[in-house]
């Protein structure tokens, strides 16, 4: 009987000391769910025989990069043999949406076929999934975990308002220009405002008006 206490506490020691692999995300401060990046990539085959789109082609981008609903946080490659005329057409037409080529081209299906320029929107997106996430009961809560839906809220409103999700990998560095007039001026506003008391105490009367 004896032999039989002594494994049986063994065996609940060993099981209080084992490693849970699947539980270590809820066991810190960490959230639980976190934003994904997921990218994707489109392309457009742009007629140039001479190496220069014709304006019907420019006209055809333009429709296209309508159709996409280009803007901020869209990168633009263009990849092709023709060097500067296409290029420069693509250019000018991105530039209606504020925005400018990007270097390097990513690799796509498929060569570029001669007197084709080819550009490539790359667009990436971040969301929160399996949210909302309520795989687990809150309460009982013995082991003092974060709940399953920890991070849900905040890290989904982060993604969803973040202007170019890359901002959330690589971060953005700070302007190596500063402009001082700016940077003071909320200061300089508070020091010239003359002081509430200087126009003396308001005579309010609490008598209704006749």
């Given at each position: ?25 809820s066991r810190g401060v960490a959230a639980v769910n976190v934003p994904v990046l997921t990218r994707s990539e489109f392309i457009f085959d742009a007629a140039a025989p001479d190496g220069a ?158």
């Amino acid at each position: 009987m004896r032999s039989k206490l002594g494994f049986v506490l063994l065996a609940t020691t060993l099981a209080g000391c084992s490693h849970v692999p699947y539980d270590e995300p809820s066991r810190g401060v960490a959230a639980v769910n976190v934003p994904v990046l997921t990218r994707s990539e489109f392309i457009f085959d742009a007629a140039a025989p001479d190496g220069a789109l014709s304006r019907s082609e420019s006209v055809r981008l333009d429709g296209w990069f309508r159709s996409l609903d280009l803007g901020y946080g869209d990168s633009i490659y263009v990849d092709s043999g023709y060097a500067g005329a296409g290029r420069d057409d693509v250019a000018l037409v991105a530039g209606r949406y504020g925005l400018m080529l990007s270097d390097s081209a990513p690799v796509t299906a498929g060569s570029v076929q001669p007197g084709t320029v080819r550009v490539v929107v790359s667009r990436t997106r971040a969301s929160v999934p399996n949210c909302p996430n309520w795989s687990e009961k809150a309460q009982p809560n013995f082991a003092n975990r974060s709940i399953s839906n920890t991070g849900c809220a905040v890290n989904g409103n982060l993604a969803a308002m973040v202007a170019n999700p890359e901002d959330l990998i690589y971060g953005r560095e700070g302007s190596s220009v500063v402009d001082v007039m700016t940077s003071a001026k909320a200061v300089q506003s508070y020091r010239s405002a003359a002081p509430t008391g200087t126009g003396g105490l308001q005579d309010i009367s609490t008598k209704k008006d006749k």
